[in-house]
């Protein structure tokens, strides 16, 4: 079946700076890919996705590219700000669902 | 739209004590999925359906039941709960097949003492 993995598990980044969080998956048959934000006591909410016929999706501050030949996927957080504390998960698609990554930790430093 | 929602909000169960985990969408989708959150950790798949009548174990089914007599209903049930059920029970919902965006409802907090 699909395997997911997400680094790091926490990263810390000042307000301001950009956030990069890394995924890569196994089955090369998958071709969806959205990430999750999960606020402290709250459901996942989708953030952005991808899909396998692009390379990358821009969402103002958000970003996340993709390379199919590699099967690694990442989220780019730029200008970070203080409501952007939270777990992040990538996920990837395959027949029936979704694999999840383990999640990301974003600590916003004032 | 409600979207999807789940009852109860919290629970507590003594050792051994059963109950069902409700979970309705309003979306006529077809796909919905059960998941496990445990504290600072990631979502684990319990069982998931393609649609109504048709279910199929994931990564984390034992101790598990579900059924789906509807489109719109996806009930858990728990038997003889246990102390390592104690979680976080996310269900979520997907249309247009299964590689579109999950809905999650507000999920429910157990715990088994």
């Known amino acids: 079946g699909e395997n997911v993995e997400q680094h790091p598990s926490t990263l810390s980044v000042q307000e301001g700076d950009s956030a990069v969080i890394k995924c890569t998956y196994s089955?090369?048959?998958?071709?969806?890919f959205p990430w999750y934000k999960q606020e402290l006591g709250k459901r996942p909410q989708l953030i952005i996705d991808?899909?396998?016929?692009?390379g990358e999706k821009k969402d103002q501050r958000i970003a996340v590219t993709l390379n199919k030949t590699a099967k690694h996927f990442s989220l780019h957080i730029t200008e970070t700000q203080p409501e952007d504390s939270a777990v992040y998960f990538c996920?990837?698609?395959?027949?029936?669902?979704?694999?999840f990554g383990k999640g990301t930790h974003l600590i916003i430093q004032p | 739209n409600a979207g999807v929602t789940q009852t109860p909000k919290f629970r507590i169960l003594k050792i051994g004590q059963s109950m069902t985990l409700q979970c309705t969408q309003d979306?006529?989708?077809?796909?919905m999925y059960w998941y496990r959150q445990d504290p600072g950790m990631g979502l684990k798949l319990i069982y998931y359906?393609?649609?109504?009548?048709?279910?199929d174990k994931g990564e984390v089914p034992n101790g598990y039941n579900v059924s789906r007599s509807t489109t719109e209903d996806f009930p858990l049930r728990l038997e003889l709960a246990a102390p390592s059920q104690t979680s976080v029970y996310f269900c979520?919902?997907?249309?247009?097949?299964?590689?579109?965006?999950?809905?999650f409802g507000p999920g429910t907090r157990l715990t088994v003492l």
């Open positions: 089955d090369s048959a998958s071709n969806y």
């Open positions: 979520a919902s997907v249309g247009g097949g299964s590689y579109n965006e999950q809905f």
């Open positions: 359906s393609v649609g109504a009548g048709i279910t």
């Open positions: 979306m006529n989708h077809n796909y």
């Open positions: 991808i899909r396998s016929n692009v």
């Open positions: 996920a990837a698609s395959y027949a029936d669902g979704l694999t």
